[in-house]
């Protein structure tokens, strides 16, 4: 039998079983996948599975890969092999509505040429400079035209990878993106900042919504809003006109969502022109509410009023050069926020200035769940005091918390009323016409038809709503109240950088996920939201850097000492030297001898102290990997030996 076994048929025999087995295990298990990643690195979040499943047209994935040009690059390759497995993932769980491509766009190819025409950009890696395309081109089949480009996949942002891939499909393969209407006092758009004395771009979380939905800006002094609004955000309403306040009150009736952020004290209304009072660049308000629509939705925030919260504030310059804890400025993490809402449920880290607080009436129908509230070390101050404030560390003189907890982010839900019971709110020139017909005979007759021909005029440019009025909200509302602008900013959650010629946005901390999420629920688009950012693909050695710090803390605690002694050293040398007179403080005494070099075999020692610690923790380290690598290299051959040592032990008792 054995023989037979081992013969050129037997073993070709068995090399076709073999290969046979293998073909039919592939086929039985094609598309099983295990992850095995702590943070499951390698599975798609169950919102993409949903997004995917639900696409509403076919699109294809090109990944711009310059795999020639990076064979000395061991990192860029690395990021780039998990960056192909994670596209894989997307065709296999898109049933079929996903295609993958992947160019090598070769120097001087038409590959290179395509890649240039989609806006893509090589970047210049390594110690030889070479040129790497590594991009992402996200097409539509239907509509090759409409296609969304990253044009570096940037390692750093590799946490985002999942998210910012599931955001471009989504976006490429809609149909219609869902209109979102914009009113805002601030200059949302860029402007001239009088602070720094310089323009300034586009705010970064406004751009991230022009690119997801069909963003309209609404001027303040309008009276009615577009039609076909699926949304309303409204950023400091100051100026806001009776007319407009009361269209977005029919517009939330009506069942319209809105988003309000409001600010007790907006730094950005400092763009623009001149300062004055209370007020910030081009005559805009620091201050903003929306009454009396609040009133109407079972809510108030006072304006003069700032939620000054030591348990979170963050530590900012001072005067005095040293940091200060800014009670003003304050940095929410992963524990406060509220979990059983899908808006913040996974947030980790928001930064917020100069929030009011949210207050629920008496007697309010409606219902206000809060999504972020302050520390119970906490209380409302002045707002004066911030804005007169040039030292942070002032605030503490008048601080003395109250206990209670002051909601910065609140949910309106239920049903409610109009806040404009009286009908459609006049305009100035009307109110000033009924003046006008009341005086006693002083107003000329030509003064009269001037105003009652202006006030004609004006209402020609925009009449009034035609439809009727709603007196109560057609279905439960659902708006969400944010009590700081300045949330909004740049400088509150993103850094620009500069990457050979591209500006890289690299976020510290997740104030525009915020907003994005508010906007996705508001709209009914819940998968976006509940795609988590990915774990980090690079483990910290943990061990080694427990070993790194105990050494810098010992070596920090001898370098003090050393310094200590030197400046005592210099101290005595320096009293010494006091006592001498005339041309005798120029030659060391005896005594100034002894000193120095008693000071001098003390510096030896301690600086042979320093580099033991330093060689100390070279070889710790060096230990550790040694024994690293022992147990990488005889652990498995171990187990297997044991294995099989166990089972013929096994057999051998059996028989």
Request: hydrophobic share 35%; charged share 25%.
């Amino acid at each position: 039998m054995k023989q037979r076994l081992f013969s050129k048929a037997g073993l070709l025999a068995l090399a076709l079983l073999t290969l046979l087995l293998t073909m039919g295990i592939q086929q039985l298990f094609k598309g099983a996948r295990l992850d095995l990643t702590e943070d499951k690195l390698y599975t798609l979040s169950d919102g993409t599975h949903r997004l995917l499943q639900s696409l509403e047209s076919k699109a294809t994935i090109t990944l711009f890969y310059s795999d020639g040009q990076t064979k000395d690059l061991p990192s860029i390759r690395n990021y780039a092999r998990r960056v192909q497995e994670l596209l894989e993932e997307y065709v296999a769980a898109s049933k079929g509505n996903l295609t993958l491509k992947i160019i090598d766009p070769e120097p001087f190819s038409v590959n290179e040429d395509k890649a240039s025409e989609y806006g893509l950009q090589a970047v210049p890696l390594g110690n030889g400079a070479k040129e790497v395309y590594f991009g992402l081109v996200i097409s539509r089949d239907d509509d090759p035209d409409k296609k969304e480009v990253i044009s570096f996949l940037h390692p750093d942002k590799e946490r985002f990878l999942e998210y910012d891939i599931s955001k471009l499909v989504f976006t490429v393969t809609q149909t219609e993106k869902p209109k979102v209407g914009i009113i805002s006092g601030l200059q949302i758009h860029g402007g001239f900042d009088i602070m720094s004395r310089r323009s300034s771009g586009p705010w970064v979380s406004v751009s991230q919504l022009e690119q997801l939905y069909d963003v309209t800006t609404i001027d303040t002094d309008k009276k009615t809003l577009p039609e076909d609004l699926k949304l309303l955000i409204i950023i400091h309403p100051a100026n806001l006109s009776e007319q407009l306040r009361y269209a977005i009150d029919q517009f939330v009736l009506a069942g319209g969502h809105a988003l309000v952020f409001v600010d007790p004290d907006a730094e950005s209304a400092n763009q623009g022109g001149g300062m004055m009072m209370g007020m910030g660049g081009g005559g805009v308000p620091r201050s903003s509410t929306l009454e009396p629509l609040f009133k109407a939705w079972g809510i108030e925030m006072a304006t003069n009023k700032i939620v000054a919260d030591e348990e979170h504030a963050l530590s900012v310059g001072s005067p005095s050069g040293r940091p200060v804890r800014h009670l003003g400025i304050l940095g929410f993490g992963e524990k406060d926020f509220n979990k059983h809402d899908v808006v913040t449920s996974s947030l980790s880290s928001v930064i917020l200035s100069t929030a009011g607080a949210i207050k629920k009436l008496e007697g309010a129908t409606t219902q206000v769940e809060s999504l972020l509230h302050s520390g119970k070390k906490a209380m409302l101050m002045d707002a004066d005091k911030f804005t007169k404030m040039s030292d942070p560390g002032s605030l503490y003189k008048d601080f003395t918390p109250t206990g209670e907890q002051y909601t910065l982010i609140a949910r309106i839900t239920g049903d409610v009323k109009t806040a404009y019971p009286d009908g459609y709110p006049k305009e100035k020139a009307e109110q000033k016409e009924e003046q006008v017909a009341v005086k006693d005979g002083k107003t000329s007759e030509s003064e009269k038809e001037a105003e009652t021909k202006e006030s004609g005029d004006k209402e020609k440019q925009e009449e009034k709503p035609k439809a009727p009025q709603l007196m109560a909200s057609m279905k439960p509302v659902n708006v969400i109240v944010v009590t700081d602008t300045d949330v909004l900013t740049d400088r509150f959650w993103v850094r620009k950088t500069q990457f050979f010629g591209q500006q890289v946005v690299q976020p510290f901390a997740n104030n525009g996920d915020m907003l994005i999420n508010m906007v996705d629920n508001l709209l009914g688009n819940a998968d976006l939201i509940s795609i988590r950012s990915r774990g980090q693909f690079s483990r910290p050695f943990d061990k080694v850097n427990a070993l790194e710090q105990a050494a810098e803390a010992s070596f920090r605690k001898k370098e003090d000492r050393l310094k200590q002694e030197l400046s005592e050293a210099e101290n005595k040398l320096r009293e010494l030297q006091s006592k001498k007179q005339g041309e005798e403080k120029q030659v060391l005494n005896a005594e100034q001898e002894q000193e120095v070099e008693k000071f001098m075999q003390e510096k030896l020692k301690i600086r042979k102290e320093l580099r033991n610690v330093q060689h100390q923790l070279g070889q710790d380290i060096h230990n550790l990997g040694t024994a690293l690598k022992l147990i990488n290299i005889l652990a498995v051959p171990l187990l297997i030996t044991l294995l099989v040592l166990g089972w013929r032990y096994t057999c051998r008792r059996k028989k």
